[in-house]
């Protein structure tokens, strides 16, 4: 939000030599793009993907769509875009863009029942897939005129995935490096590819990105890894249809795992709920964690049993436990040597985690 990017910088400035820092870096909020870009010259956008998320606050895609861009313009910042989403690659045409992209999975392709709509920009044509990875991200193009996907200026092929890691091949121009990620999911594949191309573009060494992703240290509830009490847990926040499906794509590939999702409705969750039965929780009943209890917890614990339910876990799988608290512990108290407690909380519910473990002297990242 603007007035945490105000607060960061005044903290890093004085009055006899301004800024002290050599370059920012910011994750900007949508809505704020556009009002930081009228008081600060962007030199550069990275833009991710486009999905639904918090549809109360910002409407539909298009919208969204049009903040990010009017940010872009505004500076006429060089714009670094994933080339595999259709309403990304086709923003700002008449600004310079550089573009990253997946080439190749190991794996068979993700479902794409995520998927966004997106059309043509110069048709109006709805766009169609050659491969899908996840959502709409993909090898798109237009059937109706010669629009299609842009080819990346840097790529990943051979992407493995595993429970709780990641590999690929890094291609920048005729370079090729091998890089680990010590992160699950496609989704942190393509945020690994797209620091790697900001990173490419300030000047750094692609030996350097290879170690730097190798070397990462995820963020507050983005995969994180902790220990509690001795045992190991994964906390990834969750939030949209897409982000949730890769979240829970990640648990069933891990067949020791065990299962805490928190779901409130506050204003910094969006308050309308309904996303959970656009995402692909199905998985979770066909994988060997359905073999075990799932506990749901936070003030939406009984809208998220009920969608389990129809997921097809088993009704006597499902354990309600509306307090965080107790959820946890329960969680925690049922795991067995050798298995991990996946924790999936929308983000006031990480908040609170948040709260929890420092008062059991467990520090969570950035924290």
């Known amino acids: 939000m603007v007035t945490g990017i105000t607060a960061s910088l005044v903290e890093s400035a004085n009055w006899a030599s301004g800024i002290k820092a050599d370059l920012c870096l910011f994750e900007i909020d949508e809505a704020a793009l556009p009002v930081v870009a009228r008081e600060v010259k962007i030199e550069t956008v990275l833009v991710t993907n486009l999905f639904r998320d918090q549809l109360d606050r910002f409407g539909e895609l298009d919208t969204t769509a049009k903040l990010i861009s009017s940010g872009i313009v505004k500076n006429h910042s060089r714009a670094i875009l994933n080339a595999d989403d259709p309403n990304v690659s086709q923003l700002v045409p ?3 863009r550089f573009f990253y992209g997946i080439e190749s999975v190991k794996e068979a392709t993700v479902s794409s029942s995520n998927q966004e709509l997106a059309y043509c920009s110069k048709c109006g044509a709805e766009v169609a897939f050659h491969n899908v990875f996840y959502g709409q991200l993909g090898h798109w193009y237009c059937p109706s005129c010669e629009n299609s996907r842009p080819k990346p200026n840097i790529v990943a092929k051979d992407v493995e995935v595993f429970a709780t890691s990641s590999r690929f091949k890094l291609q920048i121009g005729s370079s090729e490096e091998d890089c ?7 989704f942190n594949v393509y945020n690994a590819l797209a620091a790697a191309t900001a990173a490419h573009y300030m000047g750094v060494s692609n030996q350097a990105i290879r170690y730097g992703l190798k070397e990462y ?3 507050f509830g983005r995969s994180e890894k902790l220990v509690i009490d001795g045992k190991p847990v994964i906390v990834q926040l969750i939030k949209n249809p897409a982000g949730a499906t890769q979240a829970v ?10 299962l805490l999702i928190a779901i409130n409705d506050n204003l910094a969750d969006g ?15 066909k994988a060997a964690a359905a073999q075990t209890s799932l506990v749901v917890s936070g003030q939406r614990a ?3 049993a009920v969608r389990m339910k129809y997921a097809g876990y088993a009704a006597d799988k499902i ?13 925690l108290n049922e795991l067995k040597e050798g298995e991990t407690l996946w924790l999936m909380p929308t983000y006031t519910c990480l908040l609170d985690l948040q709260k929890l473990l420092k008062s059991m002297g467990v520090s969570m990242s950035c924290t």
């Open 94 to 96: 008449d600004e310079s």
């Open 271 to 285: 308050r309308d709920v309904s996303w959970l039965w656009d995402a692909d929780f199905e998985q979770l009943a």
């Open 180 to 186: 680990v990620l010590p992160l699950p999911g496609l």
């Open 217 to 219: 240290n995820t963020l």
């Open 249 to 258: 794509s990640s648990c069933v590939k891990d067949d020791k795992a065990r």
């Open 319 to 331: 354990v309600c436990v509306p307090k965080l608290q107790e959820a946890l512990e329960l969680s």
């Open 302 to 304: 009984e809208d998220m």
